[in-house]
């Protein structure tokens, strides 16, 4: 199982991100190129969508692919009331306690060839903070993920997937105020 919430932040924020993060968890960033393929399941394959995603990690002198099989999110009251999606998640290796992704999402007319990649929403990143989960300890991690969004929220909002916000109308002024504070160095 996994916890994940979603949100969008605009290209020009993302150092501030950065530096909000490193502060928060004394990490460095780790640049990634990732090529993914997402296979989703329509509504005629079942009740319940799914998808799975190849990642190839561009980085390695010889690619190397995760597998990672999404499967449907919890259901039912307890679900409805909670500001986290909780759903099934299967992955071919493993990696950190909470993940922030930020990606763009582009258009590719060759297999890997992100350097000729057009961008999709120009200006704007996809940012996905993820927690491994089980169903013993899926109300903590819930808990741990909401409480991190909060420190988050002046620069993105995050939600369920699927439930989109928009951008923060204060996160130009957060961003300013992390920048000039950080100088834009590691904190």
């Keep these: 199982m996994e916890c994940v919430v979603q949100g969008i932040i605009e290209t020009k924020h993302v150092e501030a991100l950065e530096i909000l993060l490193q502060g928060l968890s004394g990490v460095h960033r780790e640049s990634l190129r990732i090529h993914e393929l997402c296979l989703k399941s329509v509504p005629n394959l079942g009740l319940v969508s799914s998808e799975v995603r190849l990642l190839c990690d561009l980085e390695q002198p010889e690619p190397a692919w995760t597998v990672r099989h999404i499967g449907g999110a919890m259901r039912g009251a307890g679900a409805e009331q909670i500001s986290v999606l909780v759903r099934t998640m ?19 007319l060759k297999l890997h060839a992100t350097d000729d990649a057009v961008p999709v929403t120009p200006g704007i990143q996809l940012v996905e903070v993820t927690a491994p989960a089980s169903s ?32 923060v109308p204060t996160a130009a002024a957060a961003a300013a105020s992390l920048m000039s504070d950080g100088g834009g160095t590691a904190l």
């Design 136 to 167: 013993e300890n899926y109300t903590e991690v819930v808990a741990a993920v909401s409480s991190f969004c909060e420190y988050l929220a002046p620069l993105l909002h995050l939600s369920k997937p699927g439930v989109s916000t928009g951008v």
């Design 90 to 108: 299967a992955e071919s290796k493993r990696g950190a306690q909470i993940t922030v992704t930020v990606s763009s999402i582009n258009k590719m």
